[in-house]
């Protein structure tokens, strides 16, 4: 008769304690907003608030509006057309 051993893939302490989601949205990054009045439309994160404000109980985040997407960008484009190209 074998006596096989059964290895559990969590930790001693997990069970108790909670995973929180990776934080992928971070200041400089380009957003779709996804509700609201301006739902579909692209925006630049200004500031992340993780653990919420006293208003706002909740992670959330601060974004700006994007008048007009950058354009598409090149190797071969000179210094100059990718840098008027680029701006937001």
Sequence with gaps: RLKIAHHSTRSAG????????????KAGRVVVLLQGRYAGKKAIV?????DGSKARPFGHCLVAGVAQAPLKVTK??????ITKRQRV
């Design 46 to 50: 200004v500031k992340v608030f993780d």
């Design 76 to 81: 071969r484009m000179s210094k100059k057309k």
């Design 14 to 25: 997990s069970a108790t304690s909670h995973q929180t989601m990776g934080k992928f949205i």
